[in-house]
């Protein structure tokens, strides 16, 4: 199983960006995907999950309102469209699969995840 996550940049204040995780060897469907993110000094903060195949989401107060996660069943790809981005959002950002259930911002609860790509916010 392998995730590649992409987008990540330099974006200012108020801006947007769209980050992909392309999910290989794991077949979305009836399964629970997510993106985390771990700020310097900070521990993994899980802030979005969907079930792709009812699309029910859940959101951390962090960044409700702003980001929206979307998956792409037919070409096995999470999306993350971060909207007013604010420079407290600068982190790594990491995509998740296989959830083993419990919480699904307990990192420990994934079973395996993309490489990262790294989002700075300037203000």
């Known amino acids: 199983v392998q995730l590649q996550a992409s987008g990540g940049g330099l974006v200012q204040a108020g801006g947007s960006l769209r980050l992909s995780c392309a999910v290989s060897?794991?077949?979305?469907?009836?399964?629970?995907i997510a993106w985390f993110r771990q700020a310097p000094g900070k521990e993994r903060e899980g802030i979005a999950c969907?079930?792709?195949?009812?699309?029910?989401?859940v959101y951390s107060d962090s960044v409700k309102g702003r980001f929206t996660i979307a998956s792409d069943n037919a070409k096995n790809t999470l999306y993350l469209q971060m909207n007013n981005l604010k420079p407290e959002d600068t982190a790594v950002y990491y995509c998740?699969?296989?959830?083993?259930?419990?919480?699904?911002?307990?990192?420990?609860?994934?079973?395996?995840w993309g490489q990262g790509t790294l989002v700075t916010v300037s203000s």
């Open positions: 998740a699969a296989q959830w083993y259930g419990g919480t699904y911002d307990d990192s420990s609860r994934w079973g395996y």
């Open positions: 969907i079930v792709s195949d009812n699309d029910d989401t």
């Open positions: 060897g794991l077949t979305f469907g009836n399964s629970a």
